[in-house]
């Protein structure tokens, strides 16, 4: 054994057996002998990634832009709050203006889609009470409008000119309550449906007080369903249900579930929390 | 007290059997205040002691000085206080067995030894990371806990089947070595008495002793009361514990008891010598340290690369489990037991009982075979190999049968011969053995007169029916100083009135008691030139190494010797000389039919074959020449100096290729001397070797990297036996020391079981290699997902748990199905491995594994993962850095590539059907691995796709548990299957077959440019 060779095997990479040393540096033509294991691993890593990039090209032809291959996991649409905290609790210490500003913020951006202005500019004015349904009509993914939700539709937790942001400021907070896309989802089965809002155990609906709700009765109308995905369905405004929850005990936490009440989408999944409904934490902190 | 009774082959040992005993202490027994002796030598367990002659000095001592030694008197024995006290001060007569490891020892070793340490590092990884989890969020999942508590028992799990596979091989073992010592007992010493201790003898009459399990010695010995050696094992006045008596009466004083006898010395410290670490120990510990060295180094990396990426250390010590888990064969281990346990059931089947698992592979490693003689290469029966009669010499068949007699038998010479050999025999066979074939029949009598038996029962017919008709009417029986035996019978021809004198003996004795020599069946005279004939027959059977007697005859005249004569055997009445000669006849105890084929064998199989034993270099060279050890045309130096006439020192040694070495001159060789002699000549037999020289050879052997088999079966080798990297003790003719001592036993005392046992042991680590490259293969499918998780921030496509599923799960028979391959290529025409360079895993395996199917294996099944994200709405686009959100509970809207919202219990479940398409992809593409791993060389379709089942059922395994996982038990969330749509089992079928395609390319390269860079680099 060359005294070269032995070297290496002590310095050689301490994860792979001596050989591997061996491999790499003992033939006579070291340095050919490297480049051409480069080379070797240059052409067939090469290789390898075209064969992958192939097979990924060929199975995303299978997949086509206007609707996924499958949507057999969204059968039953969630339900979400904004303003989205980390945890799902919307806290409000009425004092500390710092703590609920970060929640008008959101909310702001969030609603900034709905303003009339916008909506009458890039939406449809549709009939309420059914599904506006665009076929393609032979015209391949033909673009698809989306009807008008106007934020002043929300009443007093528009933010339209309110001075208590969304009534944040004086411990009657507004949540909205959204319904989450899915696409070709005829949601309520040409039905009307409404969300509701309850304290989650006796002592949370006690403590949760009156509220009202925008539009009334916690209606989302039809016309805004189907969904065509986001390519082919490029304004479209989601409804909204907002909750303006009147007098709520202060310094308590409440727990308030919100559901949907549609003929196709069930609300007991075991599983799913937040399939047809949305549970979260209301605390207004009052000194 | 010495009773002598009639029965010959009875000896009486006064006293001895009460030894162990208190109250019935009547005779000369004595102990021997040993035992702080005893502790000093159990403390100094030291090679150096073995290999130092016996310590004994009793034999030297007068009676008188015994008597003051022991405080006895030699009639009236000890008083039974003092034998009490003694029994009590020595314990009794009895070896202590073998120490044991405690059980739950050998349990703990199983629970932290290979992998365990890494999957126990895991969980507690996991616990921990629990308790930061519980410490900063009371609600926090108990996700963490449920892995950590699952690789514990993982852990746990393994550890218990390692340690019952282990358990149920050393239960085989038990259960043997009570059984056959209980057939010895019957069979072998049913007319012998074995000595109970060390006794010093007092008074003899005609006392042969066997002392083969303690010398090696086959040759009875005889005993008297007379100091005649210095070393005690070569001195006549001493019987040894264990050893049997053969004939005559002694008695004498037991000097020593249990473990101070010589035997007991010699197996406790046997017992001391150290097993070394056995050659597929090594490699699997070669192969943890490779693969824990990359988990490790990988998981710590990784934790360094996600800690400065921002990632939060409780995420980043979860990472490091999943790397580790990933990198871990979890079910490797466990597998390489079953597969060793296959093969030694095999082997077991083909009377090589393993009693260590792991010796299973030594045996194919091994370069160099240490063989005893007597019993493993040969028959360990003395039997008529050749007649001298008529001026000719006849060769007998030597078969375990006898059955091809063919010499010339119809010469008058051999009807006369024949009448002495059934009649000048003692010999008989014991009585109710009518349905047993002759060879197997058991005798009562020494080893010559059993092989004339059997010979002349053989050719004859009944014996004892010719021994009536010819009835005896006087006998001298053989003694040492006559060195003839004499009988006197009637004729069974009723016109013949005479009587016929019989003689054998010595055939030199046996010569100058004649003065005719028949020839043709014709008396003449015997002149010089038909004794130079006799000499020159003599010497040249001789020369065979086989023990040679004389035949004669002598009619008495009826006028001088009438009918109604009276013989007397001590006034010797009758003639004894002027007798006619009638022929000789040599035996030899001869090799096995099976050996010469076996070691030719082991020859090409690049296994060096040496002899060692304790018998005559003339008897030892014979016997080597004729079963191929020495091989037909290869010469020892003195062979050159007789053929060319010049004296031994001017013989250059290069000629030599045979050397015959016996244990005086290894006794003044070096070390340096014996590497030499092992070097030099490829053919050694060393004869009259000592247990302390076999130690030495073995030694040696082991200085050249040789993995050494050592093949014994007295107590004298279990030193070696223990000393060697493979101790094989006979079966039949073992002692339990060295059955104790060896690795492995020859059920059937038969050396060609050992080639069995090579070509099982290399067949084993070539598959094992195959087991190991299969199952290192898919540990970069696994680790890959982590790793892109951690960086690309894809939701992570295969869970913990499914990774242990497919480590302990899918791959466990496919695995051991690789055991059931068959060789490649003839795998006894190669030499044997080199222990420090062909290692089991090595760079190729693991470059291979690693780098090229691995990867292959870790693409495929990305592109099933990514499939089954596209098709639900999730683009590989839109998964690149999505993890955050993903992963967060609080998040129930997520928006995919089509703008539709998922809650996390949605995502959750995609996560685990990503899981199973993940993991159903590593699987169908484990299908191609195995094919592939069927070869390393010859392409599959030269192997053929189909000998081997099991491969089949191991695929059918795969596909049947992945089926369950995803389709029964898809509901259970806890193991994070779901029910895969049955399109995607096929998505990952394209690379599965580029793996084929890619192996049977690099396959072709190999067997087209061999010794190529491609070969040295891509065969593993």
Known sequence: ?287 | MAQKTPEIYSVELSGTEDVGKTDTGDGKEKYRGLKDKRLELKKNHQKEELKKEVDLEDHKLSIKELERKYGTNIVTGLSSTQAAELLARNGPNALTPPKETPEIVKFLKQMVGGFSILLWIGAILCWIAYGIQYFNDKSSSLDSVYLGCVLALVVILTGIFAYYQEAKSTNIMASFSKMIPQQALVIRDSEKKTIPADIRLLSTQGCKVDNSSLTGESEPQSRSCEFTHDNPLETKNIGFYSTTCLEGTATGMVINTGDRTIIGQIASLASGVGHEKTPIAIEIEHFVHIVAGVAVSIGILFFIIAVSMKYYVLDSIIFLIGIIVANVPEGLLATVTVTLSLTAKRMAKKNCLVKNLEAVETLGSTSIICSDKTGTLTQNRMTVAHLWFDNQIFVADTSEDHSNQVFDQSSGTWASLSKIITLCNRAEFRPGQESVPIMKKVVVGDASETALLKFSEVILGDVMEIRKRNRKVAEIPFNSTNKFQLSIHETDDPSDKRFLMVMKGAPERVLEKCSTIMVNGQEQPLDDSTAEAFHTAYMELGGLGERVLGFCHLYLPADKFPETYSFDVDTVNFPTSNLCFVGLLSMIDPPRSTVPDAVTKCRSAGIKVIMVTGDHPITAKAIAKSVGIISANSETVEDIAKRLNIPVEQVSKRDAKAAVVTGMELKDMSPEQLDELLTDYSEIVFARTSPQQKLIIVEGCQRQDAVVAVTGDGVNDSPALKKADIGIAMGIAGSDAAKNAADMVLLDDNFASIVTGVEEGRLIFDNLKKTIAYTLTKNIAELCPFLIYIIAGLPLPIGTITILFIDLGTDIIPSIALAYEKAESDIMNRKPRHKKKDRLVNAPLAIYSYLHIGLMQALGAFVVYFTVYAQEGFRPSALINLRVEWEKDSVNDLEDSYGQEWTQYQRKYLEWTGYTAFFVGIMIQQIADLIIRKTRRNSIFQQGLFRNKVIWVGIASQIIIALILSYGLGSVSALNFTMLRPQYWFVAVPHAILIWVYDEVRKLFIRLYPGSWWDKNMYY
């Open chain 1, 1 to 287: 054994m060359s005294q070269a060779e032995g070297r290496v095997i002590t310095s050689g990479p301490a994860v792979f057996p001596e050989g591997c040393g061996r491999v790499l540096y003992s033939s006579p033509h070291a340095l050919g002998a490297v480049s051409f294991i480069l080379l070797f691993y240059l052409v067939f890593y090469g290789f390898l990634t075209a064969m992958f990039t192939l097979t990924m090209w060929v199975m995303l032809q299978t997949v086509s832009d206007h609707t996924p291959k499958y949507q057999d996991r969204l059968a039953t649409p969630g339900l979400m709050i904004r303003p989205k905290t980390e945890n799902l609790d919307v806290i409000v210490n009425v004092s500390d203006t710092e703590s609920w500003d970060q929640h008008v913020q959101k909310l702001n951006k969030f609603l900034e889609p709905y303003n009339d202005s916008i909506q009458a500019q890039k939406n449809d004015v549709c009939r309420p009470g059914r599904y506006y349904e665009q076929p393609d009509n032979g015209v391949l993914n033909y673009p698809k409008r989306a009807c008008q939700f106007n934020r002043t539709q929300l009443g007093d937790c528009s933010g339209i000119g309110d001075p208590t942001h969304y009534g944040y400021s004086t411990g009657q907070p507004c949540v909205f309550i959204k319904m989450n896309r899915v696409i070709n989802f005829y949601a309520g089965a040409n039905q009307s449906m409404n969300v509701t809002c309850v304290g989650k155990r006796d002592e949370d609906a006690e403590n949760l007080g009156s509220f009202v709700m925008f539009p009334a009765n916690g209606n989302i109308d039809l016309m805004y369903f189907p969904y065509y995905g986001k390519k082919f369905h490029v304004n479209y405004t989601q409804p909204l249900v907002a909750v303006k929850f009147l007098n709520v005990t202060p310094n308590v936490e409440v727990n308030v579930e919100c559901r949907i009440n549609a003929a196709n989408i069930a609300t007991d999944d075991e599983r799913d929390k937040f399939a047809g409904r949305v549970a979260f934490k209301l605390r207004i902190n009052k000194t």
